[in-house]
């Protein structure tokens, strides 16, 4: 099992950047592949990014694709989304989450573990 904890979110205005942080203890955290997840107010939760156990891969939305960056860092047990660009459009809480099946997925329900949330505003 793996506990995950986020945070970094904050209100930022339209143009601007946030790094988002998740430590997780527990299990080695480079068994799993780790996913950035959002939920805006009144819409259902929806896949941001993920990467590969190894870091090599990674996948975006394609809302999300050339504006965000995820990457980890397995030595502090941490996964890590780079946010620039930032539009009101992505104002949400954002999830990280653990998979521990092979592979990446873009798939709410393939993943084992979630953080708590930390909440993203940007204003226009």
């Known amino acids: 099992q793996v506990q995950l904890v986020e945070s970094g979110g904050g209100l930022v205005q339209a143009g601007g950047s946030l790094r988002l942080s998740c430590v997780a203890s527990g299990r080695t955290f480079s068994s799993y592949a780790m996913g950035w997840f959002r939920q805006a107010p009144g819409k259902e939760r929806e896949f941001v990014a993920a990467i590969r156990r190894s870091g090599v891969t990674t996948y975006y939305a394609e809302s999300v694709k050339g504006r965000f960056t995820i990457s980890r860092d397995n030595a502090k047990n941490t996964a890590y989304l780079q946010m620039n660009s930032l539009k009101p459009e992505d104002t949400a809480v954002y999830y990280c989450?653990?998979?521990?099946?092979?592979?990446?997925?873009?798939?709410?329900?393939?993943?084992?573990?979630w953080g708590q949330g930390t909440q993203v505003t940007v204003s226009s």
């Open positions: 989450a653990a998979r521990t099946g092979w592979g990446i997925s873009d798939r709410v329900n393939e993943y084992d573990y």
